[in-house]
Every structure is written in C-alpha cells, then in structure tokens.
C-alpha cells in the first residue's frame, strides 16, 4: 500500500472505521457514581480495596475499571462525601450504582467541599506553586548533559466491537480476526488490535547547546514494514510533551496543563491523600475544569514532598472538548527516583480515540503509544557536530532487525494482544478478500491504480474529470513510473481532453536523484495546457501541476480567466544543509488567453499593429528555501512532509533575458515568500504569511 501526502493522515486511520465481542480479564465494573438526591458526581475516586488502582468519574458521573488482578471490594470517595466500600458481587459488572451521602470534611483545617474550590488557603493550590518553583530543578534540566535509551510502541485497534459486525458479510472468511478481541481498561469498550509499530532509540542531549538528537537502532511493525510514510506519520502524530509546560499540544490543539501557572484560573484542585510511594511520601491531589467546553483534562497526580517532583499523573480530556475526528484523549505518565532527589521519566502511556460520530456507542479506532525510557546517563559531553542532523539518514538494515534484536532492547515484553497482532496479519494478508479491501484502501489514500507487474501507476484519479468555461467537460489521464517508495528516478505524464474547445493538451516530466547525501536532482519536462495563471507563486513552474482550471467538476464562479501555456523547462536542485534547498530553474514559456472574456494585450511597438496578444519569454530563476524543524518521508527523487509545524522561507530571483528565444522582455524580479505558524496556547493556531 502506498501513502504519499501528509494530508492523508485522517484518511488512513478513517479508511480503518469498519468492526467487535467479548474477551474477559479477571475484574471489570462500570456503571455511575450519584449523589443521595440522584444528581451525578463527577470527579468521585473508585478505587479497588488494597491497591492502587482506581479510576475518575466523568461530568456525568460515569466511570469503568478494570484489572488483571481478582478484586472483591470497591471504594468509592469524594471529599465532601462519606467515603463507601461496596463487595463486589460479580466479577464483571457494568450496571453498578454507587450513591454517596454528603459529609463535610475537615483538611489541614480547611473545609473542602464539591463542586469549585477555593484558590486561597486551598492546600493543593501551595503544593502546585511548590511545583511551579521546582520545575526547572527536576529531571533532566538538572544536568548539562544527558542520555539514554528509548523503546516505544504505537499501537492502533478497532473498538466498539459487536455482534452485529462479526456476524456481518464483510467479514465473511475473515472471522480469525475476533479472535484478537479484548476490552479498553480506560473505556471498557471492546476492542481488535489492527497495527502495531515498535522502535528502539538512543536519544542524547545537550542543555547548554540547548541540542538533541534521536538515533534510531530498530524498528518492526505489522503489515507494513515497507511503507515509510505509514512509520513516520505514526512517529509524527504522538509527538513528545512535557506534563509541565503551561499547554500540551495534541492534535494540533493546546490543552491547559494541570500544572501550568494558568492552571488555578482553569481548573479546581483537592488535596485527596497522602502515602509513601517507592519510599518517598506524596501527596495525591485531584484536579477537574472550572468550566466545560475548554480544552482541559481531568484526573490527578502524586507529587513529592521533598523535591516537588511529579511521582504519577493521569490526564484525560473533558468530554466537552471540541477535537475533530478525537473523541478520547487519556495519558498516564511515571517517574522514576534517581539518587533520593532527581525525578526522571519511566513510562508514559498515550490513548486516543478517533471516530466521524463521538456518540458514546459510534465506532472509532483507538491510537495507543507506550514508551519507557532506561539507561540514564548525565554530564557525558558530545562534540557540537554530533548534533548536526545528515540530509540523507536512512538504514534498511534498521527495518529489518530480528528477532533476537528485539527480544534483547524491548523495554517490556509484548502481551499477548500485541504478539497476535503480528501473527493474526500474517495470515490476514493471504485472503483474497482482505487483499481486494487493501488495494482499494491504496488507491482511496494515494490516488493511483498500482499495476506492479508493469511497475507502472495510473493516475491521480481525482483528476480523471473536470470541467471550467473554456474546456467545457475535461477527461485527463495520466501515470507514472513505479517501483518503490524510494525510486532514484522517476516518469510522469499525462494527456487531457476538452470537449467544448476540441484541444488535446499533454505534459511530460521525468527527474533523477544523482546524490543522496546531498540531493542533488536534475529534472525537466515540458508541458501544454490550461491555466489559471498568478495563482502563486510556483504553479506556472510546476509541468505536470494539477491546473487550477480543472480541479473540480463544480465552481461556484465562472472559471473563464483561463490562459493557454506552452512551457518546457529544466532544473538542478540540491539540499547541501538539511532543510535548505538551493534551486536553478530555466523556463521558456508561451502564454496566450484561452477565453474571449480574458485578454493577455500589451502594448509592443516592435509589432505591425502596435498591440501583441502572445507572450513569449525565456527566464532564469535561482530559489532558496528554508525549513526549519521539517521532517521528511522517504528518501528517494520524491519525498513528502510528515509534519506540518514548522516555518516556510522562500526566496528566488529571476532574470529575464529578451536576446533568447525570441522573448519579449528583460527583466530582474526579486519574490520572498515567510510562513510561520504561531501556536497559541489554548486559542488555536494562527499562520502568518507574508508575500513580496
């Protein structure tokens, strides 16, 4: 399966959204926690007697947990209310009822209450100012130096499964796949495992050249191990957070961090408990939203009383937040203690839930990333080049480690839903129906119709038809070359149709990868068409573009202003720096209206009528582009962005020379193009563009 645009990204995870049953573990309850007036508590604490497991109530007072473990009790608590342990009748139990009766309570003398809490003399509130003051001198801040090793897991399921869809037609000869079937400990929905990528890393750091740098040893997924657009988009759309900054970015949305310095005005805090936890005594503290439809989390967190170091926390997103495509987002984070005082990161266990429909019962997929960090090393001083990042840094040999690779740098072992994954494609990839769906899932991603045994693509198909005022309705077929992701070459070329002028138009491209290391690339093509010319700044460059004329099959305007373009063109390209691009261009182009409603007249005194309708012009254009914080897929002739957050510099200057091919005129033109992208906070992100 090919995937080649980054705008693809919720294609492929929707293009997923089809399936569903029963697997038990030793302890699963869910159900609501009311008060004694049948109003719902939120926030309440359930935890299972005589461990620390426990879960949250959502706003409506719902909640579910689950354990591997066999439990016959459950506490049920919210300060303010008398705390409750119910024996559990049965070991699976999604209907329980709990009701709590209020009792105020006194804490540190400090009444606490439900409902908002008080932002002064509110103990929870000095611990967290506690932990603003400290932040800088825990963890990995602490030291000049820093390295160790990271295994990480991401892992994608179908959830909400059901009868219904097992015993549905389209799974007929494929019904093995249930047997993977198990249940969300976070949302107590089934769910079948799809895919699942590992990756072990060697990451080091340098805070005084305020550098990092990310080593990749090995990486193994399932079903996929060819696709490297699939294995970066899934490394890009987790991307690292650090629980204390003020905003956590996901999905390109920021959401307030529990332990930001805004956190008092956006959320309320209650100090819930205290215990000792790998030796050292924490204080738990329970935080929830002021208000609803923010982009803020529930849950809570322990936090040491000696260094103010977050122990634990959990996050989970309010149910009022407004995510397109995320109906879930929940995270758990551990921290290890180094040397009685430094708090580094152990575990951190990411869950999304993505669907079109966030009704409690729609199907979704969820996205799971698990990573565990070991092996700390400080003050081990790297030279400044070290850090400098290689245009061309790819290894095969990395996508293919075996097995014992894998049983030795796995940071935990593969459960048994995880171990089925890789066995249960295997055998998905041998039936026929399930090969049909995949093909047809590639061509819906990708926009061509692979024939691999002619290592040929035919498409886009999205621009097989089209239609504007000059052209009237417009058929374009077109392929290109093919035999990996990563060709060093490549042919593209296309001929289209239009009905109402009877003009055939076609384009013909082709470009070569000389040098990886430093991709260098010559290319050229020639092309004529119809065109919507001034659209920006590059379309009239670009041979074999999709013409702004024939996008769609409706407008909501005339499409007329249409130009006939005659253009050939040739190009060396290299990238001696990573993401800067130094670009040579030589275009000759002829332009002449393709409609009567648009005119292309200039005044020329060298013609007999004093007036020409045809522009004939040779240039010379030289273009650098700048990317910083860029992250690209693949590594042959053609690549593609896996990340969309980072600023845009373009800047190119052209001459025009009159002496060549009969053009019609000298000119110098200068052109700069600045992208930037600002995150801002809870706002959103804003883009700023400036042309010149």
């Known amino acids: 399966m090919k995937f080649f645009c980054p705008m693809k990204k919720l294609k492929l995870l929707l293009v997923l959204l089809v399936v569903p049953f029963f697997c038990l573990s030793q302890t699963k309850i869910g159900g609501y926690v009311l008060s004694t007036n049948n109003e719902p508590i939120s926030y309440a604490n359930v935890i299972f007697k005589g461990s620390r497991e426990g879960t949250i109530t959502n706003e409506n007072g719902k909640f579910y947990l689950e354990s591997q473990k066999k439990w016959d009790t459950v506490i049920v608590s919210f300060l303010g209310y008398k705390t409750i342990e119910v024996p559990l009748e049965k070991r699976v139990d999604f209907n329980l009822t709990f009701y709590l009766e209020e009792e105020s309570e006194q804490l540190n003398e400090v009444l606490i209450v439900t409902g908002k809490q008080p932002k002064k003399n509110n103990p929870a509130i000095d611990l967290l100012r506690k932990i603003w003051a400290h932040k800088r001198k825990n963890g990995l801040n602490m030291f000049d130096q820093y390295q160790y090793d990271k295994y990480e897991k991401v892992e994608f399921d179908l959830n909400t499964i059901d009868s219904a869809l097992v015993n549905s037609k389209f799974f007929k000869g494929m019904e093995f796949v249930f047997d993977q079937v198990d249940t969300s400990r976070v949302t107590g929905k089934t769910y079948l495992p799809i895919f699942i990528n590992e990756s072990v890393n060697e990451v080091y750091g340098d805070n005084n050249l305020k550098k990092k740098r990310e080593i990749l040893k090995g990486n193994k997924n399932s079903g996929f191990s060819n696709n490297q657009f699939i294995i970066d988009f899934v490394n890009d759309l987790y991307s690292d957070f650090n629980v204390y900054d003020n905003y956590l970015k996901f ?133 400044k080049n070290f850090y400098s990042e290689e245009v061309f840094d790819y290894d095969e040999a990395l996508y293919n480690r075996d097995d014992a690779f894998w049983e030795q740098n796995r940071l935990e ?113 020639h092309r004529r068409d119809v065109e919507q010319i001034g659209a920006s700044l590059t379309t009239s460059n670009d041979v074999l573009g999709r013409s702004f004329a024939s996008s769609s099959l409706f407008n909501t305007a005339p499409n007329d202003k249409l130009t006939r373009i005659n253009l050939s063109t040739l190009y060396v390209e290299m990238e001696p720096v990573k993401n800067v691009v130094f670009r040579w261009n030589n275009d000759f182009r002829k332009l002449k209206s393709a409609s009567e409603t648009f005119s292309l007249d200039y005044v020329d005194n060298d013609s007999p009528t004093g007036i020409s309708s045809e522009i004939k012009q040779f240039e010379s254009s030289f273009s650098v582009s700048y990317y910083p914080g860029r992250k690209m897929t693949g590594y042959g002739v053609e690549r593609y962005e896996a990340n969309d957050d980072f600023p845009r510099l373009f800047a190119m200057v052209s001459l025009g020379d009159k002496g060549l091919f009969d053009s019609d005129f000298n000119y110098t033109k200068v052109q700069f193009s600045y992208l930037q992208p600002w995150q801002l906070g809870g706002l959103g992100r804003l883009t700023s563009t400036i042309e010149a």
Do not use: H
């Not at 790998?278 to 982009?295: A, F, H, Q, S, V």
């Not at 239009?498 to 991709?519: A, C, E, P, T, V």
């Open 251 to 383: 999905f390109d949305k920021s959401f307030v961090s529990p332990l930001s310095r805004t956190g008092i005005n956006t959320y309320n805090y209650v100090l819930a408990d205290s215990a000792y936890i790998d030796n050292k005594w924490c204080y738990n503290i329970i935080y929830y939203p002021r208000r609803t439809n923010e982009l803020t989390f529930k849950g809570d967190f322990w936090v040491s009383d000696s260094t103010y170091a977050i122990k634990e926390i959990n996050l989970q997103a309010s149910k009022s937040a407004n995510i397109n495509w995320v109906k879930e987002i929940y995270i758990e984070q551990e921290f290890e203690v180094l040397n009685d005082s430094v708090f580094l990161i152990k575990r951190d266990y990411f869950m999304s839930d993505f669907a079109f429909d966030k009704k409690e019962k729609s199907r979704g997929v969820y996205g799971k990333r698990t990573t565990l960090y070991d092996n700390y090393k400080f003050d081990i001083p790297k030279e």
């Open 413 to 525: 072992e593969l459960n048994k839903d995880e171990k089925g994954i890789y066995k249960m494609l295997d055998t998905l990839v041998t039936v026929k129906k399930f090969k049909r769906i995949y093909n047809l899932g590639s061509v819906l991603a990708s926009g061509y119709v692979e024939f691999d045994d002619l290592n040929f693509d035919y498409g886009p198909i999205f621009s097989t038809f089209g239609y504007n005022e000059v052209e009237g309705l417009r058929i374009r077929a077109g392929g290109r070359t093919y035999f990996g992701p990563n060709d060093m070459w490549r042919l593209e070329g296309f001929g289209a149709y239009g009905f109402k002028d009877g003009r055939f138009k076609y384009g013909l491209s082709g470009k070569w990868l000389l040098d990886k290391k430093n991709r260098l690339i010559i290319g050229g093509g």
